[in-house]
């Protein structure tokens, strides 16, 4: 058997909850997918690992590149920005299969940065940061700033906030729109920067 995957962290953008509710999954124009789906805006059939429920997804090309017919499969998961999904192209005498698979990161609080400071794209978690979370021995700490419009014609205005580790604000070691993830332990709490895309290749013998 052979397979190829390609694995996508997940953003709010692509999950349709930053406003435009456009659901996909943005490609790298440097990233090739062609091993998964070898033709542009055909519908393959990928079969839920959990359901045996297929979805039909295609891969567009214009002026990005994306993967598009997921939102049924979003919402079907409940996923959140930091969550990933997988798909797959086994190849197995000659006949191909697809499968889509999903990974919960379910004690993660996800940022992005912006100009006004980081956006929690994970609201909803932020409680679960308290005195007793620390990171490399110094406290964690998520402190507001201020709420504003992301632009001018934006309906509603956004909260943002600075993250502290002890004394020190990380807004400075993050470039505008870049993620990271706080993986929440209260052993050992880690801060890493968003892993986008992952792509594997696996051969065994039948």
């Not at 567009?60 to 079907?76: D, H, N």
């Not at 679960?128 to 700033?145: C, H, R, T």
Request: net charge negative.
């Amino acid at each position: 058997m052979k397979s190829v995957q390609i694995t996508k962290q997940l953003n709010n953008t692509e999950l349709g909850k930053s406003g435009t509710h456009d659901t996909y999954v943005l490609v790298p124009q440097t990233l090739d997918i062609s091993d998964v789906f070898p033709e542009p805006n055909k519908v393959y059939d990928f079969i839920d690992r959990e359901t045996g429920f297929v979805y039909p997804i295609r891969h567009t090309i214009g002026r990005e590149k994306r993967i598009v017919g997921l939102g049924p499969y979003y919402s079907a998961k409940d996923l959140y920005a930091g969550d990933s999904i997988t798909l797959e192209c086994r190849i197995i005498n000659n006949e191909y299969t697809r499968i889509i698979d999903y990974a919960k990161k379910i004690n993660t609080l996800v940022i992005q940065k912006a100009a006004s400071g980081f956006e929690l794209l994970t609201p909803d978690r932020k409680d679960m940061i308290n005195e007793n979370v620390s990171v490399q021995g110094k406290p964690l700490a998520i402190e507001f700033l201020v709420s504003k419009k992301k632009r001018q014609d934006s309906p509603e205005e956004t909260d943002y906030y600075d993250v502290k580790v002890g004394d020190k604000s990380l807004i400075g070691d993050y470039s505008t729109k870049e993620y990271a993830v706080i993986e929440i332990d209260q052993n050992q709490t880690r801060i890493e920067r968003f892993c986008a895309w992952t792509k594997a290749f696996i051969e065994t013998e039948d």
